[in-house]
């Protein structure tokens, strides 16, 4: 019973985190554009929707839209379906989709200005990062200058 209130407690203490930092404001959007790669720090590859309710992953980054991302509030969306695809989760430590913006969550972000290095994080699920090839969601992979760090960093690119 105890692990369950200092789990809940941990729980509760990112979701305050989280909160705090709140999503980038459109203006500091402003600076670059109006959508952005998201590339993994470690690893130099964009993130990449593949189609709907399929894994995300990581590729080359190009200029496909299945690679540029926006955000209205707290949610991120593709470009490739701006209207309806959002990046979504399914629990911690487990692998991020593309799914329908009305069954997606929101996520945080420190900054989304043009080559800003931010940790992309959602309250339910942790951090998005790389483990492996796989792009999950989940717990930190490092802190400060840790190469595990890398991991979840992902570099703002317009």
Known sequence: MK???????AVGAMALG??????????????GGTTFHLVNQATGKCLQMNWKDEKLTQATCKNTKKQWWGHVGGQLYTEYNRDAWCMAHSGREKPVYTRMCTSSQNWVWTSLHNNA?????????GYLKVVGSAVKCGKRTGVGSEPGR???TWVIKY
């Not at 692990?3 to 407690?9: A, E, L, N, V, Y």
């Not at 909160?19 to 600076?31: E, F, M, T, V, Y």
């Not at 290095?117 to 699920?125: F, I």
């Open 150 to 152: 890398k991991k979840m």
């Open 18 to 31: 989280f909160s705090l930092l709140g999503p980038a404001s459109p203006a500091q959007a402003a600076s």
């Open 117 to 125: 290095k931010t940790s992309v994080a959602s309250p339910q699920c």
């Open 3 to 9: 692990s369950i209130k200092q789990f809940g407690m």
